[in-house]
């Protein structure tokens, strides 16, 4: 469960897992898959990112070893940046 902030100030704890999709209109509103809307104080960003630690957790606590596996996942895709980054850069260069 994740802890949200409804506009009047009141929190509330909700399953990350029955989010269908949020938005900012200009508050932030989650839609879930009952079909219920729920206004939050929190931005889309922090809704994302408290339900993206919530499922980190819960995997691991579901597949302990998933945190090495993981980490060279992460470590190739930031190689991959960077290398992404290099070659726009040599790009620009060129260009002018």
């Not at 949200?4 to 209109?25: C, H, S, W």
């Not at 508050?27 to 206004?39: A, F, I, N, P, S």
Request: proline letters at 3%; glycine letters at 4%.
């Amino acid at each position: 469960m994740i802890e949200l902030t409804r506009l009047n100030g009141n929190k509330f704890m909700v399953n990350p897992d029955l989010i269908k999709y949020f938005e900012a209109t200009p508050d932030t509103t989650m839609t879930l898959v009952t079909g219920e809307k729920l206004l939050v104080v929190e931005s889309c960003n922090v809704v994302a990112e408290l339900a993206t630690e919530y499922r980190v957790d819960v995997l691991r606590s579901a597949w302990p070893d998933a945190l090495i596996a993981l980490s060279a996942k992460s470590g190739y895709q930031a190689f991959l940046a960077v290398c992404e980054q290099d070659r726009d850069a040599a790009h620009n260069s060129l260009r002018g």
